[in-house]
């Protein structure tokens, strides 16, 4: 696929361009069914303004809907559209929004879309917001879950989870090792022998656990020295990578119409797939080119990440610290009255 002269890419490597534009401009440019994997995460509508643009909950569906018609237009038939979108508070209140829900009935019944699967990408690492209801107030818990939406123009999108196999846990492999009575259990699933088969790695659940915790990156040491500022809201890398691995081939057309710091362009460029990266900041451009300059401390990705039981995030069981009751009993305001601030501080 040929860009025109007005999308004069901003960088172009060996198998894809970063273009500074407004994306629907070069999004209607495309060619009906020509993109394999759109993977993106836009603007949320958060309740506070950012510096990349975000709409209010309210507006969000209205925004999104010109990308929706464009998205599934330059999709092949065998393609998906992978959005990664974090929820929103209401404002002012402990109550959530339901925008992001919104806006997958409308991808779906409105413009043709079909949910493959919905996926969760789990934060270790998030803190604990929004600091008013989960620190001061302590009424919710912290919001740690992005949705991942992952969509296709038809019921049978070309997909392999063998791209993305996980390493069997400790238990897993006691199992294989001493084996098990195969019988039907209580649940009513049937438990055969052929569950003993050792296949070499796991099949991995929908949820995704990776932290956010790029503090020391070459993309960031790259932003300091140019004196630039960094995309405030990155995406890990590993995120765009389990499904550009399980979605596409190489030689493969990747697009990423809300490019921010070109993560995803950094992927595919690794991975083989040919990629272009929309992002209408040219500042966020300038930075994005750190991603394809190479850092001398990089060591190769398959050995500086391990395989032994380290590699799992786990989550403690609900009741771990469970011990009675507490001695406060609950505010019957439901925390509407803020509590005041301890003389000696915060716990």
């Given amino acids: 696929m040929k860009l025109v002269p007005k999308h004069k890419p901003f960088k172009k490597t060996k198998h894809g361009s970063i273009i500074q534009a407004d ?100 934060n270790p690492s998030k803190l604990p917001t929004p600091a008013e209801w989960v620190t001061v107030r302590r009424i919710r ?26 390493p069997y846990s400790d238990s897993m492999k006691e199992l294989l090792e001493k084996g098990y009575k195969a019988k039907k259990r209580p649940s009513g699933h049937d438990i055969s022998t052929k569950f003993r088969v050792n296949n070499g790695a796991a099949i991995p659940p929908n949820l995704i656990a990776i932290p956010n915790t790029e503090s020391n990156s070459f993309y960031l ?22 499904f550009i691995r399980m979605l596409t081939d190489p030689g493969d057309l990747v697009v990423d119409p809300f490019a921010g710091s070109c993560v995803t362009g950094e992927v595919c460029e690794r991975l083989e797939r040919r990629w272009v990266c929309i992002e209408l900041v040219r500042e966020y451009c300038e930075a994005a080119l750190g991603r394809f300059v190479k850092d001398p401390k990089n060591t190769d990705r398959s050995e500086s990440i391990s395989q032994d039981n380290a590699s799992y995030y786990k989550i403690p069981r609900p009741g771990v610290l469970w011990n009675g009751e507490s001695a406060d009993p609950l505010a019957q305001d439901g925390g509407k009255r803020r509590p005041h601030k301890p003389s000696g501080g915060e716990s």
């Avoid at 069914?33 to 995460?41: A, F, Y």
């Avoid at 509508?45 to 975000?54: I, S």
């Avoid at 818990?141 to 996980?166: E, G, I, Y």
């Avoid at 040491?221 to 389990?242: G, M, N, W």
Wanted: net charge neutral.
């Fill in 141 to 166: 818990t912290k919001d740690a879950v992005n949705t991942v939406w992952w969509l296709s123009k038809t019921p049978w999108p070309k997909a392999s989870n063998k791209r993305v196999l996980q």
């Fill in 23 to 122: 994306s629907l401009d070069v999004l209607r440019d495309y060619p009906d069914s020509s993109v394999d994997l759109i993977m993106t995460s836009p603007p949320f509508a958060l309740v506070r303004k950012k510096d990349y643009g975000n709409v209010e909950a309210e507006q969000y569906i209205e925004w999104f809907q010109p990308f929706a018609e464009q998205f599934h237009r330059i999709l092949r038939e065998t393609g998906s559209f992978v959005l990664d979108i974090g929820g929103s508070w209401n404002k002012g209140c402990p109550t959530r929004s339901l925008y992001h829900f919104k806006l997958l009935i409308m991808l779906c019944e409105e413009y043709g879309f079909h949910l493959a699967q919905d996926f969760y990408w789990w």
């Fill in 221 to 242: 040491r790259y932003c300091e020295e140019k004196k630039l500022s960094p995309h405030p809201a990155r995406y890990p890398a590993e995120l765009p990578e389990y």
